[in-house]
Nanobody, 117 residues
Framework: QVQLAESGGGLVQAGGSLRLSCAAS????????MGWYRQFPSQPREMVAQ?????RPLYAGSVKGRFTISRDNTRLYLQMNSLEPEDTAVYYC?????????????WGQGTQVTVSS
């Protein structure tokens, strides 16, 4: 079992910055992919950025150049710059991996990011 704890959300004006953090604990595979997703009201979650163990980051087109994902072992960060009102959403931390033939997928509780115009 893996637990994910997010922090760093809040209210910011357009053009401002926020940094999200996610701490993973539990039985985490050393070969895992961690990422950030966000969910707008009444819409499915969408990938914002993700990073595999030792891999290159992957970004959604809408955030490329503004957001930066980083990882330190079991901690994941998302630096969000030049925030826009359209970035307002609930942001979730995710980790997924395969271990002994089984697929594991875990989510944090989510943190609200609100960007005012």
């Amino acid at each position: 079992q893996v637990q994910l704890a997010e922090s760093g959300g809040g209210l910011v004006q357009a053009g401002g910055s926020l940094r999200l953090s996610c701490a993973a604990s539990g039985s985490l595979s050393t070969d895992s992919t961690m990422g950030w997703y966000r969910q707008f009201p009444s819409q499915p979650r969408e990938m914002v950025a993700q990073m595999s163990s030792g891999g290159r980051p992957l970004y959604a087109g809408s955030v490329k150049g503004r957001f930066t994902i980083s990882r330190d072992n079991t901690r994941l960060y998302l630096q969000m710059n030049s925030l826009e009102p359209e970035d307002t959403a609930v942001y979730y931390c995710n980790v997924h991996f395969r271990y002994l033939g089984r697929y594991y997928d875990y989510w944090g509780q989510g943190t609200q990011v609100t960007v005012s115009s």
